[in-house]
């Protein structure tokens, strides 16, 4: 199911329950009086451990997995440079520029047919269904060459980082986590943070 929470925290909607699939929602928890800030899964807090028994995560702990995970890069560069350069690859051969050409040359044509049968005062209907479903094809490639390009742009910025890269990070950095991790899924003995440009690293709890 689809939730989505306020973007105030670069967290909000990316942190994911492995059990469940549901989001983690940041909690102000009160545990016999002790006060923290915890991520629980939706579903668990909704209906309780019996329908999922995912683990309660503590904030500092989320942020700090986010920071171990963008210096591994930064201490990999090259091997992830090498990662990313493959992802470019299949990005650049996913690209449809061709079939849209070809679909946009059978429209023209298509159209013209349509025009002709219209002044001759001919049935055209089977034809502008035909168009309807071109119309549509065409969409639909719109719509993945947009996400082709968008994953194109993302491996860009985060080569661009790791090349101009010249330290580590001490301290959780909220703008990075918004720029370049797309989701974290939460384990019992690990998280699963998948940044944008199609990297996944495993960092230990």
Request: one cysteine or more; glycine letters at 4%; proline letters at 1%.
């Amino acid at each position: 199911k689809k939730r989505v929470y306020s973007s105030k925290y670069a967290l909000s909607s990316i942190c994911t329950c492995s059990k469940c699939g549901d989001i983690y929602r940041r909690i102000a928890w009160n545990n016999r009086g002790k006060h923290s800030i915890v991520w629980r899964c939706c579903t668990r807090v909704e209906n309780g451990p019996a329908i999922c028994d995912a683990p309660t995560v503590q904030e500092i702990e989320l942020q700090q997995a986010t920071v171990k995970a963008i210096n591994l890069l930064v201490r990999s560069s090259s091997s992830t440079l090498n990662i990313l350069m493959q992802n470019i690859e299949i990005a650049l051969a996913d690209d449809n520029s061709g079939e849209l050409e070809k679909i946009n040359t059978v429209l023209s044509e298509k159209q013209q047919q349509l025009v002709k049968l219209a002044h001759a005062k001919k049935d055209y209907t089977a034809l502008a269904d035909e168009i309807d479903l071109l119309r549509d094809k065409k969409q639909g490639l719109l719509v993945a060459k947009a996400e082709t390009e968008g994953f194109k742009k993302r491996i860009k910025e985060l080569e661009d980082f790791l090349k101009a890269a010249n330290h580590e990070l001490t301290e959780y950095d909220e703008s990075m986590v918004r720029k370049y991790i797309e989701k974290i899924k939460v384990y019992e003995d690990k998280f699963t943070v998948c940044f944008k440009a199609g990297v996944d690293l495993d960092i230990e709890r």
